[in-house]
């Protein structure tokens, strides 16, 4: 039998171990962080491969920073809205209205925010038009923009600088003080590493053991394969291209041209009335539907599709499916086997994944 004593000095003994094998972790932790450490994006075994971008390589410590950045409020002028106030995690970053009007001017804006994942692919251009080439400048739209965040980027950088865990940070990072140019750097490289790939569908894909589609999933699996191809394509459910998907037959030059589509940036007539295609993945999360958010349900999106399209010269042939008339045909049925698989697509995971969550909750 061993005394009190005895177990008291082994209890001790482990405590005072177990305190000098953790500082000795911090330690090193501190060391290694001298210098941001390499990172990888965790990419889905069924995903295709993903394009490094040698511009702005990841690092664990740009990552988290960025992440910090994306909900800070401090991005804003008045210091009242983040990235997230408009991108929910909650609803794979998009925001559930179809025009938000909380940006800083108060006024409504003229496209609906799209959900964001899996951007790492996202290789033919950001927004709706493709206005923006990739996340590093894409950031400063929002950032700027009156009827967003409208930040002066100048005192943006005074007031991060006043935070020393952020001077701390981007010294790390990139070895200098806050700049705004790295603000957006980190803001893409914590924007890469939202990758939704842990679906039903993505299991089953990637034959997880247990993990079946059901019959009607399946059917709706392979009616999706077969009416939406050339557009919702691939394992990340879009071309990354830009399509009229007959929602409209005019197209109004007013605000800009955003209404004209990706005419506003090719500038070429039958680009008027294109728009990115969005992914499907998700989509029973990412509600309302479509650049300007008119489409409330998944049932009007595919009664859109079946009767509702409205012909221009640019409404893409891949729209006419009814006997070379314009039109997806689909019945009751297939319809709801189109629901149920786009419902496999649901990532649970990737909404309620904690390395991407708000780190000050
Ligand atoms: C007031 C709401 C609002 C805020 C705040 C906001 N966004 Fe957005 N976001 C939008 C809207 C609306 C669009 C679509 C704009 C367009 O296509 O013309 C968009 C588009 C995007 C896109 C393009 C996605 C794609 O697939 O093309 C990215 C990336 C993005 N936002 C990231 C951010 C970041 C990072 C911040 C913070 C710096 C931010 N957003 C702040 C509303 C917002
Ligand atoms: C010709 C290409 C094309 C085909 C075919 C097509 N889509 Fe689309 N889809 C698009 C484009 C482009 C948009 C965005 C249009 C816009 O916002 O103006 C879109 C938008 C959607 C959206 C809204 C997503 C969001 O986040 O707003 C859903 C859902 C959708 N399509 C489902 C389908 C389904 C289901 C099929 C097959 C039955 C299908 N689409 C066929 C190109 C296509």
Redesign the pocket.
């Known amino acids: 039998m061993m005394g009190k004593c005895a177990v008291l000095r082994i209890a001790i003994f482990i405590l005072l171990m177990s305190t000098v094998a953790s500082c000795k972790k911090e330690a090193s932790l501190e060391d290694k962080t001298l210098e941001p450490r390499a990172a990888r994006l965790e990419v889905p075994g069924n995903f295709p491969v993903v394009k490094e971008e040698i511009d702005n390589p990841l690092t664990l410590e740009g990552i988290e920073l960025g992440r910090k950045l ?1 909900y800070d409020v401090r ?1 804003s002028g008045s210091n009242r ?3 997230a ?3 929910r995690q909650d609803l794979a970053f998009t ?1 559930g209205i179809p025009l ?1 009007n ?2 800083e001017s108060g006024k409504r ?1 003229d ?4 959900a ?1 994942f899996n ?1 790492a692919w ?1 290789e033919g251009g ?4 493709g ?2 080439k990739n ?1 590093e400048s ?2 400063f739209g ?2 700027t923009s009156e009827d ?2 409208h930040q002066d980027l100048y005192v943006l950088e005074n007031e991060l600088k006043q935070v020393p865990e952020y001077l701390r940070q981007f010294k790390l990072v990139f070895g200098e003080d806050v700049k705004s140019a790295n603000v957006v750097r980190v ?1 893409a490289q914590f ?1 890469r590493t939202l990758i939704s790939g842990n679906s039903k569908y993505d299991k089953y894909r990637r034959g997880e053991s247990g993990i079946m589609l059901s019959d009607i999933e399946l059917l709706g699996m392979n009616l999706v394969a077969a009416k939406c191809k050339g557009c919702h394509t691939g394992e990340l459910f879009t071309d990354n291209g830009y399509h009229n998907n007959g929602i409209d037959d005019t197209f109004s030059e007013e605000h800009e041209g ?1 209404f004209q589509g990706r005419f506003r940036v090719s500038f070429d007539p039958l680009d008027i009335g294109k728009f ?1 295609t969005p992914s499907l993945r998700n989509v029973m999360l990412t509600a309302p539907y479509m ?1 300007d958010g008119r489409l409330k349900t998944i049932d009007e999106v595919l009664d859109h599709y079946q009767s509702g399209i409205q012909l221009s010269p640019s409404t893409d042939i891949l729209l006419f499916q009814n006997r070379g008339q314009v039109g997806i045909p689909m019945n009751a049925n297939e319809k709801a086997a189109i629901k149920a698989f786009l419902a496999s697509l649901t990532d649970n995971d990737f909404i309620n994944n904690k390395k991407i969550s708000n780190p000050n909750l």
């Open positions: 994306f991005l809205i983040s990235c106030s408009c991108h925001d938000s909380i940006g804006l496209r609906h925010a799209p964001l951007l996202a950001l927004f709706w038009d206005g923006s996340l894409q950031a929002p950032l967003e965040m803001l924007q955003v990115k650049h």
